[in-house]
DNA sequence: GTCTATAAGTGGATAGAC
DNA sequence: GTCTATCCACTTATAGAC
């Protein structure tokens, strides 16, 4: 194959993303290093080479979303300020600041991706870490505190959870599902349903 | 090897057992049939005989894990019912019984790994399926309305994704994993700590 | 009912050319 | 910076003995 030629750096970029998007699909043990490849547009040992291993391609994949995901969250909160919103609705200001995130690319799936593999040493680990980041991200710069906090957290989990599960497939077909993903999501459903849609 | 020879219905739910232990651990993708054949204590080749595919494999436990957790729920709702237990606190009842089930073996894990594989034609919906179902359980049977199943729903993911990761183990080294835990778990910590723990 | 042996396929990683 | 060729380890599944 004949790959233009372009700098290491912006090719990494490149592979970070097609790779969030591969592993957010399917995982890291169900994703390949190939399917990798193809979605950026290469051969698969140059992904590889790049990374030096698919888990360290993964970490990477994983640390770039935790950053992404804290950086949104502390831009959000910098606009919450400037409206002068309190505990509760900066809380719902929030939430709708991550359906954005679902939306504007593939940080959120790989981010769970990676919270189901707590038995690896390095990832589970890299996982706990940054979960614990934005725990506190929430409680402490956000204000939510322990109860708004976690509140916050067990919706986002059901979000990715209903994410994962492309229960949005079903959103036409059965009125369970709708309501179930109206619920979850509130007034940005079409997020969802854009999100679902687009994986495949 | 030298195995004993049992009846293969009685093989068949230790291999089952042992499937859900090792499956809701390192997921549909990162186990091997012969790890699910070390942990049942028998030769990789009699678990694929057994039941034709790993995949399969998979679909069994994922069933028998669904239908576990719909028949405690539907005990729960039974003694609800007995003690006269209204709204808020059957709610609150049925919370203590999740955790139970977490306790008692391998049912929950299974069942949010399942949740991860929507990208897979058959397991994905069959997974779909079987949440609905449960929300349909929650919402209807146990007389929670859109709102509270959500909730429950919500807390219940959160939980799951507290225990994949592992966060039980950063408990007595991270005061903020320890606070997030309590807070998920409510007075019921202890289970989430030995499941954890076991699983290593 | 359960095993050993093994075929067939897949996937991560390395070597080396261009 | 990127590819082709290829090695080797691992995994599922089958065949057939006991």
Do not use: W
């Not at 599960?165 to 854009?194: F, N, T």
């Amino acid at each position: 194959m004949k790959t233009e030629r372009i700098p290491a750096a912006e090719r990494r970029e490149q592979i970070l993303d097609a790779a969030a998007r591969v592993f957010g699909e399917r995982g890291y043990a169900g994703s390949t290093t190939d399917q990798v490849a193809q979605a950026a547009g290469i051969s698969q040992p140059y992904v590889v080479r790049m990374f030096g291993s698919k888990e360290k391609l993964f970490n990477e994949v994983l640390d770039r979303a935790a950053g992404q995901l804290e950086t949104l969250f502390r831009e959000t909160l910098a606009e919450a300020e400037r409206r002068k919103l309190s505990g509760a609705s900066r809380k719902e200001f929030l939430g709708l600041a991550y359906l954005d995130l679902v939306e504007q690319g593939h940080i959120v799936l790989p981010l769970m991706q990676a919270f189901l593999l707590g038995h690896d040493p390095a990832i589970g680990a890299n996982a706990r870490e940054g979960f614990l980041r934005v725990y506190r991200l929430l409680r402490d710069e956000a204000g939510l505190g322990v109860d708004g906090a976690t509140e916050f957290l067990a919706g986002g989990m059901l979000i990715n959870t209903l994410l994962t599960m492309r229960m949005a497939e079903l959103y036409d077909a059965d009125p369970d599902a709708r309501e179930l993903v109206d619920r979850a999501c509130g007034s940005k459903v079409e997020i969802m349903l854009d999100a679902t849609r687009a994986g495949r």
